[in-house]
């Protein structure tokens, strides 16, 4: 059957008998003719050939006739619209099937949608991870801090400071979850306006109700036996005489 022709030959041996030839032979036959197994379109093909070539193999006639509607939920957004067309644009002249180009729009989409969950899982760890890191840092009066360094931050208006938190660090974190810049802006804030944790007594400035604090906190330290020294609020109380004394020393002397 090879009639010397050693390249045949070898694709012959792979077969036990004639018949196994005849009915392999038959069988690939029929995944032509079912269009499983189909000729690849020439170099020069004429624009009539690969008209005939897209419509058998499921090639939409233009790029923008591919139908784009993904599975699941997922959604191609506003800003990707460019990038799609872009990448049809490209399947197209590949001549991509429908098939194939939805498969890989549904991987690309639901990759987008892992990663940013996964983002989203990292951002909510950062968060916890520095509230729990300034929080042991900073004790009762966390959140004071922090809405310090909120409240010098909308001075340069809501819009940039949201911009702003939710830029990220080189790491990839949120510049909102780094603890190093929640520092830096409560210390900033706190340099600008010593006085800013203090919330001002009626008819009193925040200084002069620091002061008042302070020397209510003096006095009560004179009683060695008193809630300043010992009870529940002792340690509350030594904390915040430190802090007043901390706070006032920032404060431009006249």
Not at 198 to 217: K, R, V, Y
């Amino acid at each position: 059957m090879a009639k010397g022709n050693e390249k045949a030959r070898k694709v012959l041996d792979r077969y036990a008998s004639p018949e196994a030839v005849a009915e392999a032979l038959m069988h690939a036959r029929d995944k032509i003719a079912s269009g499983q197994l189909r000729q690849p379109l020439k170099a020069d093909a004429s624009p009539e050939e690969i008209a005939e070539y897209r419509a058998a193999n499921n090639v939409p006639e233009a790029p923008d006739k591919y139908d784009t509607s993904l599975p699941d939920g997922l959604v191609i957004g506003e800003a990707d619209k460019p990038i799609v067309e872009g990448f049809l644009k490209t399947a197209h002249a590949k001549n991509w099937s429908q098939d194939t180009v939805k498969e890989g729009l549904t991987w690309y989409y639901s990759e987008q949608n892992r990663q940013a969950e996964a983002q989203y899982q990292r951002d909510a760890e950062g968060k916890r991870a520095v509230e729990a890191d300034l929080r042991e840092e900073f004790g009762g009066e966390y959140k004071r801090y922090v809405a310090v360094a909120d409240e010098f931050m909308l001075q340069a208006g809501e819009d940039f400071r949201d911009a702003l938190m939710q830029a990220r660090m080189p790491d990839g974190t949120l510049v909102g979850a780094n603890p190093k810049a929640i520092r830096w802006l409560v210390n900033t804030a706190l340099t600008l306006n010593p006085m800013a944790t203090i919330t001002p007594a009626a008819n009193s400035t925040s200084l002069q109700t620091a002061q008042t604090e302070l020397a209510n906190l003096i006095k009560e330290s004179g009683d060695r036996s008193g809630p300043y020294w010992k009870g529940p609020l002792a340690q509350q109380k030594q904390a915040r005489h430190m802090e007043l004394n901390r706070l006032l020393e920032k404060v431009p002397k006249k």
